[in-house]
């Protein structure tokens, strides 16, 4: 079976950095596109970014590039999202999601993170 | 970069028929997929490439495009199908993904 299990909920400041999680399991974490997606309080779905694990291949929406860095760690099948400085309109509930059906398809997702950052 | 524009909100009587629509310009080049959203869940692929359904979804759901649109399609809503709907789709280049705005679909 498919899963994606995210970290769990951040609590930071205004400046700080964060990284969560996102580990796959039940498929070859390797050869398929794994994206995160924002939805802030009471908003539609923002796709972030995307990232190929076998090879690294990252693609940012434009309005996402520069401010978030998307990796994976392909030993322990996981991908991350970090933040190098926190503000406070980052605050969003952030999941993570594989097209394994069907390329770039995003038919499993995970729980979700909620991050949120207030001084 | 290019943008998908969805009905805000949506209403249909239980039992009767109701169809989302999704329209931008990348649809004529790619299909769209859509995802259910209910309310504090994660969201739920209901169709994706040409009238696909995911293992699990009712066949009541179904797709169809023409041109630049895209639209599902509720055959005999249900109170259960009561959610936010969003298309999905690739960008003009190919290299992005881009999300509708969503669709609140109430259930009377």
């Known amino acids: 079976e498919v899963q994606l299990v995210q970290s769990g909920a951040e609590m930071k400041k205004p400046g700080e950095s964060l990284k969560i999680s996102c580990k796959g399991s039940g498929y070859k974490f390797t050869n398929y596109w794994i994206a995160w997606v924002r939805q802030m309080s009471g908003k539609g779905l923002e796709w972030m970014g995307v990232?190929?694990?076998?090879?690294?291949?990252?693609r940012y929406s434009p309005s996402f590039q520069g401010q978030v860095t998307i990796s994976v760690d392909k030993s322990i099948g996981t991908a991350y999202l970090q933040w190098n400085s926190l503000k406070a309109s980052d605050s969003a509930l952030y999941y993570c999601?594989?097209?394994?059906?069907?390329?770039?398809?995003?038919?499993?997702w995970g729980q979700g993170t909620l991050v949120t950052v207030s001084s | 970069s290019s943008e998908l524009t969805q009905d805000p909100a949506v209403s249909v009587a239980l039992g009767q028929t109701v169809r989302i629509t999704c329209q931008g310009d990348s649809l004529s080049s790619y299909y769209a997929n859509w995802h259910q959203q209910k309310a504090g869940q994660a969201p739920v692929l209901v169709i994706y490439g040409r009238n696909k359904r995911p293992s699990g979804i009712p066949d009541r759901f179904s797709g169809s495009s023409s041109g630049d649109t895209t639209s599902l399609t509720i055959s005999g809503a249900q109170a259960e199908d009561e959610a936010d709907y969003y298309c999905n789709s690739r960008d003009s280049s190919g290299n992005h993904v881009v999300f509708g705005g969503g669709t609140k679909l109430t259930v009377l």
């Open positions: 990232t190929y694990p076998a090879d690294s291949d990252t």
């Open positions: 999601t594989v097209g394994y059906i069907s390329s770039w398809s995003w038919d499993f």
